[in-house]
């Protein structure tokens, strides 16, 4: 008589440790998604300024910009020739206009212009991607000297935070995230020069629709967008219909957009030195002192920080120690107006 065949315990084994090992991985996949998705809420909306990623690195990029001998300066076509004919996009044409329209934007909504001593330097201090984190931003909006203070588009309860710094007297401008070289995320609805016109300009309406009471722009990031001639060009139409005027963070040595901002007439300056590459308040001290050289040199200097806790100890520190140095903080939109004096008279 045949006895009935038993299940093959070991047969089964194989499968059961498979199935459980599945489940396993299924379940780790789940687990770090959600913390992803939890740590970029963060990124975007928190205050752990330790969790976002301010800019995309400044290794390759001069602390202080040089400022060239007279034997070695180039034409702005020249220049703009150099650098546009590296790319595999053709050249623009980019023939410069005449006048800066009187009581543009950005004339409309300056800071009050503050009143420099005879023999005085001037010095514009921006500070970058503010808003994300509140505590440190509202200590910048709080000093009580005449800021630039530039706000990521993306941050959240961004209105309140701008009326605020307005109504403090500071310049206002949009840091308008833009594409990077490298890895560094510039955040949502940053300007990214492979896509299509129409996405870049929805992008660009978006970063300029989410608050008011802004003179102008400059690139968080960029170093990949602002040396694509097309993708500024687009950029900065809307910017010079808008009234605004351009600050050219120069986070690449090979940006196109001051010069072509100068070529289409817009109001433009760029930055002289950065702050805070080092996150510490002696370092920031140091390009502190950098920029008083620079700014004795050439009578007035711009410097770029960030809402670091550092930064503000540093500018604390040496703020006060201005006045007996003959050097003034002034507004971005002071030396926009003396640059362009005699062009905005002649437009009146």
């Not at 934007?105 to 009050?112: E, H, I, L, P, V």
């Not at 140091?286 to 920029?291: A, I, K």
Request: proline share 6%; charged share 20%; glycine share 4%.
């Amino acid at each position: 008589m045949n006895k009935p065949i038993s299940p093959n315990n070991n047969a089964t084994k194989p499968i059961v440790r498979y199935m459980m090992m599945s489940f396993y991985f299924v379940f780790i996949g789940f687990c770090a998604m959600g913390i992803w998705i939890k740590w970029d809420a963060i990124r975007y909306s928190g205050d752990d300024y330790s969790s976002h990623i301010y800019e995309e690195g400044f290794d390759a990029v001069s602390v202080t910009v040089p400022i060239p001998s007279g034997n070695t300066k180039l034409s702005f076509l020249q220049r703009l020739s150099r650098k546009v004919s590296a790319k595999p996009k053709p050249a623009l044409v980019i023939q410069p206009e005449r006048n800066i329209t009187a009581r543009q934007t950005w004339q409309k909504y300056a800071a009050n212009t503050v009143a420099v001593p005879d023999n005085n330097a001037k010095v514009i201090l921006v500070i970058d991607d503010l808003g994300i984190v509140k505590d440190v931003s509202k200590q910048m909006i709080d000093m009580d000297v005449p800021l630039t203070l530039s706000f990521l588009p993306y941050a959240s309860d961004i209105s309140a935070q701008v009326n605020d710094a307005y109504a403090r007297g500071h310049d206002i401008l949009v840091h308008i995230p833009m594409e990077p070289k490298g890895r560094a995320d510039p955040g949502p609805h940053a300007l990214l020069s492979s896509t299509s016109s129409q996405v870049q300009m929805d992008s660009i309406n978006y970063n300029l629709s989410q608050f008011s009471n802004y003179i102008g722009i400059n690139n968080h990031m960029g170093s990949l967008f602002t040396e694509d001639a097309e993708a500024v060009d687009r950029l900065l139409n809307v910017v010079k219909d808008k009234g605004l005027l351009v600050l050219d963070s120069k986070t690449t040595s090979n940006s196109l957009l001051e010069d072509m901002a100068y070529a289409k007439n817009i109001p433009v300056t760029n930055r002289d030195v950065f702050l805070d590459n080092i996150r510490e308040v002696g370092a920031i001290m140091t390009q502190l002192n950098e920029l008083e050289r620079v700014a004795k040199r050439e009578g007035t200097a711009l410097a770029i920080g960030h809402p670091y806790p550092q930064t503000v100890a540093a500018l604390k520190r040496w703020i006060p120690t201005l006045a007996g140095k003959g050097i003034t903080i002034v507004p971005i939109s002071q030396i926009i107006k003396d640059k362009y004096a005699d062009t905005l008279l002649a437009a009146k």
